[in-house]
Each structure stands twice: as C-alpha cells, then as structure tokens.
C-alpha cells in the first residue's frame, strides 16, 4: 500500500505511456458524465471475468487507506468493446483495453479531452493475454496514480473558479498561508496559531484545521512527533460535544504516514482516524505537514469528515484537494 500512495503525489513517468490531444476544439466537447470516483473499463468479458479482470480488479479495487470502513479506490463501470457507444464516450474516465492478435507489442497511452472535457483516457494494447498480464503487473499502480491525479486536477481546477474569497483572504493575512477554498466553507477560530474552517450541511461535516509553530530540526517530521502535535492542538482547541471531551487521533490503528518533496517543500502526510476522546464520534482525517522557509516554521493543513451515515471517500478527497493548494506568502513583521 506505502508504494500505491507514494505514486499518488510524483508526476506519471512511464517510457510505455505517452499523451495525446484530440483533434476536436475544446470549446466544441461536452462536459464529461459520470461520478466523482468512477471508472469505465472498456474489456471484453471473457477477460473481465477472468485473470486480466481480477488483476486489474486487484488494483482499482483495493481499499483506500484511513478510512473507517471498507471503501474502493474507484468504482468500476465494465463494457465490453462491442458495447462501447457514444453513451460511455464521455465519461470522465475511461480505461480501454485491446488484447488482440492484431497488436504488434505492449503499449500504454493516454488521451485528454478526445470525447468529452475534462477527460483521461488510458489505452491499454497487448496481443494476448499473458501479455496484457505482464504489462498490467508493471504499471497497474501507475494507471491507478493517473486516474487519481485526474480527479484530484478536476477538483482543484473547480474549486479555483469558486472561492469563498473572504475566508481565503482572512486565512492569508492573519497566517501568510494561501489555501483555495471554495463556496460554501466558514471562517470559524483564529487564536494562537489555530485556524478552523467547516463546511456543514445537515448530513456531514468537512473541517479544516491549520496550525504552525516555530521550526527546530527534521525530528519535526517524523511520525510521532507530528501525532503528538496534533494530539496536543485538538485537545487544546476542539472540545467535543459532552463536558471534558475533544478531538484527538485514534491510535489503534496507527495513521498511515509517508514524507516526500511536494513543489519543492519537505511534506509528511498522515492519513488516519479521528475520535472525540469521552464521545462516540470519529471518522477520517488527512494531514499534510510542510516546512515554510520562507518563515522558518513547520505548517501543519489538515481536513476531516463526519458522515456517519454515508460513505467517505469522496468526502475526504474534496479535502484534498483543498490541501494540496497550500502556498505561503511572507508574513508582515
């Protein structure tokens, strides 16, 4: 799972993959069909229900990591090749495979905007079925990383063109941290390095918490320091329902944690679970950590969601979305 996720945030390098442009004017293509998450897998049966469908089941099917429940990275629409109509040419994301005698070696490309915008088309071409196994084997992850990395651009291309600008604004003047931040979020506490931001509706609940202190060493970074941080800002800030009770970090199952380079800034992320110590609620979070050079301190972002009812999926990657915006400007001395 660590090497599925560490796909998820490097730019798609694969020597088999290239990119296409569609012929037809941007301006002239429909908007895309389908749901956030969702995936239309162009393959003929007998594959589908046989090793090169459970393989890429194995894949596009698997878990996504720090959720309370049982959820998929996508959900799979199959079609047959036959059955591949205009209906199912504009959906947001396509897979379409031809295993076919017909096709000289193993090949992998990718097509944006040809039938629809904003639209990923991946082409997978092998001659037989062992060799769509073998090629599948070896860039599976990385297909899945693509089509992670188109919802995610759909999201944050989205979101740009609908900000709540007077949260954004007031969050980059009083800490000097730019987030995109759409309609619909509400400035909630600013106090002592703390910010809270939610979106409510009757049904679920998406926050967003920023806070940041001063930088010491690169044992800022490491995963137990950065849940100890959390733990220390939650209870300190964000009470729970009953008398006593706050926010703090389900340790049971440990947050998943990995640390890379994200747009030249050192990042540790911590995807796991949260709870209300003295209550019964809890759910996902995400967490992004980042070292501001520019003000020599350590930028904690993190979104979480509670939907009891409802699966969370989308939920948490609508947060982010958000996150992954994060820049920092100079703050006024």
């Excluded at 089509?147 to 949260?167: C, F, G, H, S, W």
């Excluded at 967003?208 to 930088?215: A, K, N, Q, S």
């Excluded at 300190?236 to 747009?263: A, H, I």
């Excluded at 979070?285 to 050079?293: A, L, N, P, V, Y």
Aim: net charge positive; with cysteine; hydrophobic share 35%.
């Amino acid at each position: 799972m660590n090497r599925l996720i560490i796909l998820l945030v490097i730019a798609l390098s694969i020597s088999t993959v290239g990119c296409k442009q569609g012929k037809v004017k941007k301006s002239l293509l429909p908007g895309v069909s389908g749901k956030a998450g969702e995936v239309v897998i162009v393959m003929d049966k007998n594959y589908w229900n046989g090793t090169p469908g459970e393989m890429v089941k194995n894949i596009l099917l698997q878990d996504v990591p720090g959720l309370p429940q049982s959820e998929p990275m996508i959900n799979a629409v199959n079609i047959s090749n036959k059955a591949f109509s205009e209906l199912f040419r504009i959906h947001r994301n396509i897979i379409v495979t031809s295993i076919s005698k017909n096709v000289k070696s193993n090949s992998i490309t990718i097509e944006k905007d040809k039938w629809a915008q904003p639209q990923t088309i991946i082409n997978i071409h092998a001659p037989n079925r062992e060799a769509f196994i073998e090629l599948w084997k070896n860039k599976g992850d990385k297909v899945l990383a693509t089509i992670l990395d188109a919802e995610q651009t759909r999201l944050m291309k989205n979101y740009k063109k609908y900000i709540e600008k007077p949260v954004v604004e007031k969050l980059k003047a009083s800490s000097g941290i730019k987030l995109v931040v759409p309609k619909g979020y509400t400035y909630d506490l600013d106090t002592n390095n703390f910010i809270w931001m939610s979106h409510e509706t009757p049904q679920i609940s998406q926050g967003i918490f920023v806070y940041y202190y001063d930088y010491k060493d690169t044992t800022d970074f490491t995963q137990l320091n950065l849940i100890n941080k959390r733990n220390e800002v939650l209870h300190n800030y964000v009470s729970g329902p009953r008398k006593g009770s706050y926010m703090t970090t389900e340790l049971q199952v440990l947050p998943e944690f990995r640390s890379y380079k994200w747009r030249g800034n050192y990042t540790a992320e911590l995807r796991g679970l949260w709870k209300v110590e003295g209550d019964y609620m809890g759910g996902p979070f995400i967490s992004i950590s980042q070292f501001d050079e520019i003000n020599n301190r350590v930028v904690t972002v993190e979104g979480f969601v509670y939907a009891p009812k409802y699966d969370k999926r989308n939920y948490i990657r609508q947060l982010e979305a958000i996150l992954y915006s994060i820049d920092f400007v100079k703050l006024k001395q």
